[in-house]
């Protein structure tokens, strides 16, 4: 069943051309649980040749909308808010995204994630999310 | 001198290769003040055909650090830390941030964005922001 | 009418025992806007002799309510989540929160607050937030 | 030596005016770990009987503070700035706000904190948060 889930999942960011743009992979999904990996290329950073930090909130977003999706009743959800702290430079050739829910009701989900940058096999914590997923059309309007 | 720190803004966008795979400009930079346009393209999109969210952070994330950055007296900073609450899908032809200081001091600038999409020329604003600008090396360590 | 609103308001106000033992006043209050102020005491304080940094929270999280509400169809309405910043100490012998609504949908009012320390007469911001206002049974289950 | 950390840390909180007046415990303290206890009274409430979201806020706010402080080598710190989402009405006799430390660094530490409501026995999570705390003259100038 949660093979069927994350094949559910990977149909789902195959139809996101930003997401394949970019070459997110969603590497584990349960319910209440997600991890989206990203291998990072030249193209994915900033300045100072750390992961832009559009990349690392890219993908805290997408795995908290699959954390908060995988604990809701409803078919299609979208990310209402969330907040995101940077704790160090994203610095690595992978980045990993994990995501699992700490509170869901019927209208909304309250998820947080860790966003990790693995280099030469070390991981690192490079920042952490807190956010809302709630049902397609229920908050933007 | 709002031309120069214009054309400063640009090369710094210029050096961030994320930006460049976007597609971003800025069109507007003065003290307390940065404005970055989007031509949207289809690998922004998500699988409902809205702009990606992540793209939308993105967007005010940077303006957010553009902003700040004009009203810090150190050279090189970064964003530390960002709320985003999304109102609207992103629908339309560009996407447009507008951020703004609302408090600078030594150390730190807290800051406003909002994001509109442009539609048929018709702007509504699809999602707003608050976050913090630190001198680069002050928070992330 | 506004005054009608006002009236409304304050009657809350006078409903909740917590604002009672703080002291709070809804000093204006129209669709799209609300300002509560706070007589500041000696038992609102923290141990530096600043205002609490809680009690700015409840500030402006009571006044991010207040303005949501009347912004939303519904009747009764609760603060969904927020974020805030703190930016200097609260010292004056008032506080002034001033919220307003950003963004109002059926189901949700995406509202900031800006609260000023009066000293000596003097305005001073020293916090400000966003969050969002939902309709009472919405968010929490 | 966390039997003296603990000690420290209520004597803090016995210097907090706001504190005393709400009537706040310092239940747990040690590297990294912190938590706040509240008999809940009539006089925290809000208009629907439940304890007002700005003494959910308050707790949290200053178990973050806690924890955060528990890991900077400076002596004073305050919060920086932080985001809670609200869950479930906090109904109860007694409130708990558990907070730990996800990152510290040489100039701020991120925490989150969980506020539970222990209702005949029974503990409830009615609000999660994630917040940044700065040694005190860092952020506010």
Redesign the interface.
């Known amino acids: 069943m949660n093979a069927d889930l994350l094949q559910f999942g990977r149909r789902?960011l195959a139809?996101?051309?930003?997401?394949?743009?970019l070459g997110t992979e969603l590497t584990a999904f349960e319910p209440g649980r997600a991890e989206l990996t990203l291998a990072v290329r030249?193209?994915?950073?900033?300045?100072?040749g750390f992961v832009?930090?559009?990349?690392v909130?890219?993908?805290a977003?997408?795995a908290l909308?699959y954390a908060g999706g995988s604990a809701l009743p409803q078919q299609?959800v979208?990310?209402?808010?969330?907040?995101?702290?940077?704790?160090?430079?994203a610095i690595g050739q992978t980045l990993v995204a994990r995501a699992s829910v700490?509170?869901a009701?019927?209208?909304?989900a309250?998820c947080?994630c860790?966003v990790f940058a693995v280099n030469q096999g070390e991981e690192k914590?490079?920042a952490?999310?807190?956010g809302?997923i709630v049902p397609?059309g229920?908050?933007?309007?």
Not at 15 to 21: A, K, T, Y
Not at 105 to 108: A, E, K, N, V
Not at 138 to 141: D, G, N
């Open positions: 789902i139809e996101q051309p930003f997401s394949i743009l030249r193209e994915h950073q900033q300045q100072h832009h930090g559009g990349v909130s890219y993908l977003d997408n909308t299609g979208v990310t209402s808010e969330y907040k995101i702290n940077y704790l160090r430079p700490q509170y009701g019927r209208t909304q309250v947080r860790d914590l490079c952490t999310a807190q809302t397609l229920a908050a933007p309007e």
